[in-house]
């Protein structure tokens, strides 16, 4: 038997996908949509919460949610930035500078990225007009210079640097897991200490193999979802049980 949150959840998102709640309105109270279902508040938040856990709305608490639109699956098919997939599907999208230094890389990090001195960057992009995504980014010494004159709300680091020196982002290794939110995550994604967050680290190259940055890049929940096709003939996609590339205890702008 279905269960009555679902069957709202089902009527919403047919709402929602059918365009009678359009991108970037509101969506109905609590209150208002309790009634109209004739069901308890608690169970019209439960219906929400599992839109916002698709992307349909924002999660921002306390407020009304806003209407996203279809659900933010991001494919691994293709090497895209932030910016060049939010653009692709339509969503207002930003980046803003929190903290960035130079310093002496780690072992790890100068074996990762063949460089003694590093850049190291955190950056909050939003997705209309909400925090989504935490990037704590270490950029490899030789392209340190062209990022440090990147303005702090530059919206996407991957064409700036191609227009500026050329740079292009051609290979990227991911791993993804979850992580708990610290206070640094919490306060910047605007979620509760300790709420999960989708972690994403990349280390990407140039055509030629040289690498360019390691990126450690936590999303809110309901932020997007990842979506990796694969076959009985090629399947890129692969468990592991740890990482120790990334170097245990390796912390970046520690949350």
Known sequence: MVARYERIADALREEILSGVHPVGSQLPSEAELAERHAAARGTVR??????????????????????????????????????????????????????QRRRRASGAESARLASEEVLEVLRVRSLEGEPVLLERTVYAGWVAAAVEELPAGCESVTEALYASIGLVFAYGEHLIDAVAAGAMDARLLGVRRGSPLLRQRRVTTTHEGRPVESSDDRYRPGSVAFSIRNSIGANPLARQAGDLRFGAGEHMFES
């Open 46 to 99: 439960q219906a929400v919460a599992v839109l916002a856990a698709e992307g349909l709305v924002g999660s921002r608490q306390g407020a009304r949610r806003i209407v996203l639109g279809r659900a933010r699956s991001q494919s691994f098919a293709e090497l895209h930035s932030f910016a060049q997939w939010a653009r692709a599907n339509g969503y207002r999208y930003g980046g803003q500078v929190i903290a």
